[in-house]
């Protein structure tokens, strides 16, 4: 009974992680390039399960009287757990603008902006981008855009962003964003800030397939209907674990004071 308790609380605390995805992916539903995180679920490792008899010694003495020989019975499964926690780069749909430093990348799900932040290169889809004092493209959180040639630097005025990422002004090549695709996309790593971090094995190469568009905004690929329907799954299934632990509580309780009774007497 002890083991029924243990694992309708692991599936209630699986439960709990995948509402907690969930609420992260609905409140970044208005996010620019927000990529919606997916909950991995897998099985606990199973326990094997023996039975011990004695031999009795009767198969034409190949066996020794009185050892025990263990016979399998067969696995015990112990609940779920968390298995991964990764993001889906699915493309969000885009949304004009107007405004010259907007950018939305094009792809197949596979395509990245580079900036630099204080902790080192990171990437993004959000492409919500201006203009600081300096020059530099930064942005909205003030961290430098790359390009070929290191930070951004844009002229003042409307400036034209071609389609693989040229900067132009006044018919003059200013700079090439950075656009960087990767070959293993599970090794890049959702940080916050709507970062992305190479954890040193996705990589990193510079993009052949994107397409840059100015005057557009990539909104976040999270489904508010999607999400809600999964969110109440959730519930209904974390509720469920939490009425059977309360079963099993209960048992275990009336095991307890049985077994008191019984010796007792």
Same mark, same amino acid.
């Given at each position: 009974?002890?083991?029924?308790l243990y694992?309708?609380?692991?599936?209630?605390l699986?439960?709990q992680a995948q509402? $907690?995805?969930?609420?992260?992916?609905?409140? &970044?539903?208005?996010?620019?390039?927000f990529?919606?995180?997916?909950?991995?679920?897998?099985?606990? %490792?199973?326990?094997?399960?023996?039975?011990?008899?004695?031999?009795?010694?009767q $198969?034409?003495?190949?066996?020794?009287?009185?050892?025990s020989? +263990?016979?399998?019975?067969? +696995?015990l499964?112990?609940?779920?757990?968390?298995?991964?926690? %990764?993001?889906?780069?699915?493309?969000?749909?885009?949304e004009?603008?107007?405004?010259?430093? $907007?950018?939305?990348?094009?792809?197949? $799900?596979?395509?990245?902006?580079?900036?630099?932040?204080?902790?080192?290169?990171?990437?993004?889809?959000?492409?919500q981008?201006?203009? #600081? %004092?300096?020059?530099?493209?930064?942005?909205? #959180?003030?961290?430098?855009?790359?390009g070929? &040639?290191?930070?951004?630097?844009?002229? +003042?005025g409307?400036?034209?962003?071609?389609?693989d990422?040229?900067?132009?002004?006044?018919?003059?090549a200013?700079?090439?964003?950075?656009i960087?695709?990767?070959?293993?996309?599970?090794?890049?790593?959702?940080e916050?800030d709507?970062?992305?971090?190479?954890?040193?094995?996705?990589?990193? +190469? %510079?993009?052949?397939?994107?397409?840059?568009?100015?005057g557009?905004?990539?909104?976040? &690929?999270?489904?508010?209907?999607?999400?809600?329907? #999964?969110?109440?799954?959730?519930q209904?299934?974390?509720?469920a &674990?939490?009425k059977?632990?309360?079963?099993?509580?209960?048992?275990?309780?009336?095991?307890?004071t049985?077994?008191?009774?019984?010796?007792?007497?």
């Open positions: 009974m002890v083991r029924g694992t309708a609380a692991s599936g209630a699986v439960a509402a $907690d995805v969930i609420a992260n992916n609905l409140a &970044n539903v208005n996010t620019n390039g990529k919606q995180t997916l909950l991995q679920v897998a099985s606990s %490792p199973d326990m094997r399960l023996f039975r011990f008899q004695t031999d009795p010694g $198969d034409s003495g190949k066996r020794t009287p009185g050892v020989v +263990a016979q399998p019975v067969g +696995a499964g112990l609940g779920a757990q968390v298995y991964d926690t %990764p993001a889906s780069f699915g493309q969000g749909t885009l004009h603008t107007g405004n010259s430093l $907007d950018l939305a990348l094009s792809s197949q $799900d596979n395509a990245f902006f580079a900036v630099q932040t204080p902790q080192g290169i990171r990437y993004t889809r959000d492409g981008f201006a203009r #600081d %004092p300096q020059g530099y493209l930064v942005t909205m #959180d003030g961290n430098r855009v790359l070929r &040639n290191g930070a951004v630097i844009v002229p +003042a409307d400036v034209l962003i071609g389609q990422g040229t900067i132009t002004k006044g018919g003059r200013v700079d090439q964003l950075r960087t695709q990767f070959a293993n996309l599970t090794a890049l790593r959702p916050g709507n970062h992305f971090i190479d954890t040193g094995a996705a990589r990193p +190469a %510079p993009s052949t397939t994107a397409t840059v568009n100015q557009f905004l990539e909104k976040s &690929n999270a489904n508010v209907v999607r999400s809600m329907v #999964d969110l109440i799954s959730a209904r299934w974390f509720e &674990n939490e059977t632990v309360q079963a099993e509580d209960q048992l275990t309780g009336l095991a307890i049985s077994v008191g009774r019984t010796s007792g007497q």
